[in-house]
């Protein structure tokens, strides 16, 4: 039995609201984000039910399917490999039902898709919703930098602004999450007002630009100021304000930043990052590879810790190149399996997505990994630049999630552990959102 048009309008506005409350999930915690997602999937699957409906896949939903599915089968192989030692069993066992469990994350990408191919999900809203929870939080960290303390009442995470995060410096990386979608809400809500609209983007950028960088997230703060490059290349009428808006921004954070802010994004890392650069061509140079290190020459090249860790992950792949070691098994391998003449810092993760996704389910899954991602950015650079006839409306939405996409899943930036429920349930709403606005460009509700 279908639904009446009324129940499909309330499916509509309810399904809106859960996919604009995500972000403010993530504030809350990873119980409600679990929550929000199960809420949308389990609807999501009443609503197709209910109505006859099928899943209407393409290339890029086929090549998802083969990324799961390896992440299903090395997490077992894992298990199984492990399953002689009844402490190790424990543990493999439980990361096993954790790849289980990620499967939602695929559910959610075809749920997604599924409620845009029906034309049941208000893109407008959500993007105008996210665009005002990056300016708020934005907003709220600069508050906070200042004061000490922010709108809730949060005091500082020891030096650095945590905004509404509490006790995690991760507000500078959920900022550059959503920035754009806050340029996106200022540059089409204003669209015919261009003095008020160059002037609102004009404040939104020193807003999120002085707020990312008070967080001390330094990658997400680099990565901004290059999504407004690749913004600027496409939407060319507003180069003027943005470079105005980058060099007034970078006035007032060098005249308000304290001496450790300034020396965090300078020597700090500017520093690790050549480090990074030298060792990673030293490691391929296999001649140096032949010079033994001492303990002290490894810590004179660790600077932040992630030349040790990204050496880490090359080294225990290279012990399980096909498969890898299973789903969140990193910390225990790397603990198992160090050796004492080397320097090692066992993390629960790579801090790279693709060293994660390398190490966890091997070379296979990585590359599959990698073609999809390649291929839904070519797929959606060849609509932005030859589709004619495109809405300038949808352009601007694409273009909004082409960039947030890009970012997030950018090869050479340190980050957190990709399958954690935070960063994998962002990454896969932009994929989904990515996925359906490159299958139905007549179709979107916009």
Do not use: W
Not at 110 to 129: G, Q, S
Not at 364 to 374: D, P, S
């Amino acid at each position: 039995m279908r639904f009446e048009k009324s129940e499909i309008l309330n499916f509509s506005n309810l399904f809106t609201l859960l996919i604009c409350f995500f972000p403010f999930s993530t504030v809350i915690g990873n119980l409600i984000v679990n929550i929000n997602i199960l809420l949308i999937c389990i609807l999501g699957l009443i609503f197709k039910f209910k109505n006859s409906l099928n899943f209407k896949s393409n290339y890029f939903i086929k090549i998802l399917f083969f990324f799961f599915s390896l992440v299903f089968i090395t997490s077992l192989l894992a298990f199984f490999k492990n399953y002689d030692t009844l402490n190790e069993t424990k543990d493999f066992l439980r990361n096993f039902l954790k790849s289980i469990f990620f499967l939602r994350f695929l559910l959610l990408v075809l749920i997604i898709k599924l409620l845009i191919d029906e034309n049941l999900i208000n893109f407008k809203f959500i993007f105008y919703f996210y665009g005002c929870f990056a300016l708020l939080i934005g907003l709220d960290t600069i508050y906070q930098n200042f004061n000490g303390y922010n709108i809730l009442g949060y005091q500082k995470f020891g030096s650095s602004p945590s905004g509404v995060y509490f006790d995690e410096l991760i507000v500078g990386s959920y900022i550059q999450r959503f920035s754009f979608f806050a340029i996106f809400l200022i540059t089409l809500f204003f669209k015919d007002k261009k003095i008020i609209s160059n002037f609102l983007l004009f404040l939104s950028i020193i807003i999120l630009f002085s707020s990312a960088f008070y967080s001390s997230n330094r990658m997400p703060f680099v990565l901004f100021i290059f999504g407004l490059i690749i913004f600027s290349f496409f939407e060319k009428k507003y180069i003027f304000t943005i470079l105005i808006s980058l060099i007034v921004s970078g006035l007032f954070v060098d005249y308000t930043a304290d001496k450790r802010q300034r020396d965090y994004y300078t020597s700090s890392f500017i520093g690790n990052t050549k480090r990074i650069a030298e060792t990673f061509f030293n490691y391929l140079n296999k001649n140096n590879n032949k010079i033994k290190k001492t303990k002290s020459e490894e810590f004179s090249e660790r600077g932040s810790g992630h030349v040790i860790v990204f050496k880490n992950a090359f080294h225990f792949f290279k012990e399980n190149k096909i498969f890898g070691v299973g789903l969140k098994n990193y910390y225990k391998y790397c603990q198992d399996n160090s050796d004492d003449d080397k320097v090692y810092i066992c993390t629960n993760h790579p801090h790279n997505y693709y060293l994660d996704i390398l190490v966890s389910n091997g070379i296979l899954n990585l590359l599959i990994f990698i073609t999809l991602y390649v291929l839904i950015l070519l797929q959606s650079l060849k609509i932005l630049f030859f589709s004619k006839n495109l809405n300038p409306e949808y352009r601007k939405m694409l273009l909004t999630v082409f960039i947030t996409f890009l970012l997030e899943l950018f090869p050479i930036r340190s980050s957190g552990a990709f399958f954690t429920t935070g960063n994998a349930s962002f990454t896969f709403l932009i994929l989904a959102f990515l996925i359906s606005m490159n299958s139905n460009l007549k179709k979107i509700n916009i």
